[in-house]
T-cell receptor
Framework: AQSVTQLGSHVSVSEGALVLLRCNYSSSVPPYLFWYVQYPNQGLQLLLK??????LVKGINGFEAEFKKSETSFHLTKPSAHMSDAAEYFC?????????FGAGTRLTVKP | GAGVSQTPSNKVTEKGKYVELRCDPISGHTALYWYRQSLGQGPEFLIY????????DSGLPNDRFFAVRPEGSVSTLKIQRTERGDSAVYLC???????????FGPGTRLTVL
């Protein structure tokens, strides 16, 4: 069965700094990989996804992630953090019938 | 168009009671998922429906939990003899088909006293 590990339950960056949220996965089949964001008191919103093809995936709000099969990683990055990026971020891996989520990383952006 | 909706948004119940949580998926989405999110955790898969049938219920924690989707649209998650450990946010998601993007509802916060 697939699983996801997110390194760091809390990440704090300064406004304008690079955002790097780490995600490693395990899967017995070629995975579909996702990053979701959850703002306070809101539902999960898809940031980006990898299914097949190009390994560098661009998403909404300036985020991108790179699928690295050799490292079984799908880290999320953004060159310059905004205050509005403060939220909980979840990495997820999908096999045919279900999606497994990581425990989440809470991103704090300092002015 | 309308997104996934869930009712109620909050539910407080007493230990031992029965509760039903409702999910209205996006129209036309054949796949429907239920997840449970405990405080400080990521969503935990409970059950997946493809149409009317439960294609995978391996995530249901025990036989107190049951879900139905009789007409292939609205789904109801049913919890019998609730326990304090059932307290969590229950999320519903739908997608056009499996492995497509899942669209999440806002969740139902269940509190068992």
């Amino acid at each position: 069965a697939q699983s996801v590990t997110q390194l760091g339950s809390h990440v704090s960056v300064s406004e304008g700094a690079l955002v790097l949220l780490r995600c490693n996965y395990s899967s017995s089949v070629p995975p579909y990989l996702f990053w979701y964001v959850q703002y306070p008191n809101q539902g999960l919103q898809l940031l980006l996804k990898y299914t097949t093809g190009a390994t560098l995936v661009k998403g909404i709000n300036g985020f991108e992630a790179e699928f690295k099969k050799s490292e079984t990683s799908f880290h999320l990055t953004k060159p310059s953090a905004h205050m509005s990026d403060a939220a909980e971020y979840f990495c997820a891996v999908s096999e045919p019938n279900d999606m497994r989520f990581g425990a989440g990383t809470r991103l704090t952006v300092k002015p | 168009g309308a997104g996934v909706s869930q009712t109620p948004s909050n539910k407080v119940t007493e230990k031992g009671k029965y509760v039903e949580l409702r999910c209205d998926p996006i129209s036309g989405h054949t796949a429907l998922y239920w997840y449970r999110q405990s405080l400080g955790q990521g969503p935990e898969f409970l059950i997946y429906f493809q149409g009317t049938g439960a294609a995978d219920d391996s995530g249901l924690p025990n036989d107190r939990f049951f879900a139905v989707r009789p007409e292939g649209s609205v789904s109801t998650l049913k919890i019998q003899r609730t326990e304090r450990g059932d307290s969590a946010v229950y999320l519903c998601a739908s997608s056009l088909s499996r492995n497509n993007e899942q669209f999440f509802g806002p969740g139902t916060r269940l509190t068992v006293l």
